[in-house]
């Protein structure tokens, strides 16, 4: 039953891919592309007016006022805005298509520690999720296992390529552990008098961590090799970063004493619902930040009203190296909303400038990859967009062009197709 069921699956993924294809992956650069007379937000907190933008062979090589220095294929872009490409971290785009066909779900594995699990070569280019990021700018994601204590390893892509291969901006560049939680909710989720009770078993899931990162340190390949002690290796020796997911304020805690005891030099907590209660110990310990969405209610009854909205303030005012990502109901889909996430935190109190390096610099040096992507400085990837407007704003987010390493992307996504469809049925 289980072959023919996926038999009639196939047949129906490929009467639909008939019907709506890809969008084709855009050519290589050929010659030099000049922006002029633009707003560039530089994504490092600058901003520069009547900015002229250069690159060529995928590479920027001069952002400036300087007319002068214009040279090729020339867009004029007054009034217009200039953007790095927004980045998507702890996401799981292009792992699963339709979240009710389990045959389409590539997100989780069967297992408890899975280190060795890596997520890129289940990563699908032909999403039609990933292609509707583009129209809003979200052009660059870092692809992420879910599931079990370990849930594998992540990889950061580009979101134009005709395979995982191409799409590789860093392989297999970060861990993921899922903290235990000290708390849990009682009963089902729809009962009125759920309730928070303590875990009793944290104590002992901690323990289990403690053993088998004790363990994987000591590993050598002298004996029997084992491919999930080989795995963590890099997050020992500063190769491959280490990503906590955890939110509670004694998880948190425990959290930073297990980056001193175990001596990991890469951490980085997401979520991190409850950090701003112990933000200096963040700070101390050289911990950054992955802000969970910031759409969302209070997590408790005590918590003020607008917590999610203001917690990017709180722990960058504190010090700490945020950026923001977007787990959650809905993850992949919601992706596209990671501008407006920063929108939300601007509104709440964050520079307009500072709530931008939340969804591009920031999360590119939270993802070690800030030599090559994250702002438009001379030197990195052409990966950046041309809005109408505010980018950050649902009004002003409005894409004109869109380049990812140089090449001219097209914008059209199924959900633009539909767009212009009634557009033009209900235009009188």
């Not at 490092?44 to 214009?70: C, H, R």
């Not at 909710?185 to 944290?202: A, F, I, L, M």
């Not at 009854?301 to 709180?314: A, F, Q, R």
């Not at 400085?377 to 987010?397: C, P, Q, R, Y």
């Amino acid at each position: 039953m289980k072959i023919i069921y996926k038999l009639l699956m196939l047949l129906v993924f490929s009467c639909t891919s008939l019907t709506f294809s890809q969008q084709t992956p855009a050519t290589e650069q050929t010659e030099s592309i000049s922006i002029i007379n633009a707003t560039a937000h530089i994504g490092n907190g600058e901003l520069v007016n009547n900015a002229v933008i250069v690159f060529e062979d995928g590479i920027i090589t001069y952002v400036g006022t300087d007319q002068s220095k214009a040279s090729g294929t020339t867009i004029e872009a007054t009034g217009k805005h200039v953007y790095p490409g927004f980045i998507a971290p702890n996401s799981t785009l292009g792992l699963v298509e339709i979240d009710a066909v389990a045959a389409t779900g590539d997100e989780d594995e069967l297992g408890k520690m899975l280190p060795h699990v890596r997520s890129i070569i289940a990563y699908n280019t032909e999403s039609k999720v990933v292609e509707s990021m583009r129209p809003n700018g979200v052009l660059m994601g870092q692809i992420t296992p879910q599931g079990g204590r370990i849930s594998g390893t992540s990889s950061i892509v580009q979101f134009d390529a005709w395979n995982w291969e191409d799409a590789i901006i860093k392989e297999d560049d970060a861990l993921h552990l899922n903290w235990p939680y000290g708390f849990r909710r009682s009963g089902n989720w729809y009962d009125p008098n759920r309730r928070y009770e303590q875990n009793k078993n944290y104590q002992p899931e901690v323990e289990d961590i403690y053993t088998y990162f004790k363990s994987a340190k000591v590993y050598t390949e002298e004996n029997n090799r084992d491919l999930e002690k080989e795995a963590m290796q890099g997050v020992f020796n500063g190769t491959k970063r280490l990503f906590v997911h955890v939110n509670g304020e004694k998880e948190i805690r425990d959290v930073i004493s297990f980056k001193e005891k175990m001596n990991l030099p890469n951490l980085t907590i997401v979520g991190a619902y409850h950090a701003y209660k112990v933000a200096e110990e963040l700070k101390a310990a050289d911990i950054s930040v992955l802000v969970q969405r910031v759409h969302q209610v209070p997590n408790f009854e005590d918590d003020d009203y607008d917590l999610p909205y203001k917690l990017p303030k709180l722990l960058h005012d504190a010090g700490l190296l945020v950026a923001l990502e977007g787990s959650g109901q809905m993850e992949r889909m919601n992706s596209r909303n990671l501008p407006f996430y920063a929108g939300t935190a601007a509104a709440f109190g964050l520079d307009k400038e500072l709530a931008l390096q939340m969804i591009t610099l920031n999360t590119a040096k939270i993802l070690g990859v800030d030599d090559q992507i994250g702002s438009l400085e001379v030197g990195k990837d052409a990966t950046l967009f041309i809005s109408e407007g505010d980018a950050l704003d649902m009004k002003g987010n409005k894409l004109t062009r869109a380049f990812i390493q140089g090449r001219d992307i097209s914008l059209e996504s199924h959900q633009t197709e539909l767009y212009k469809r009634y557009s033009n049925k209900y235009k009188d």
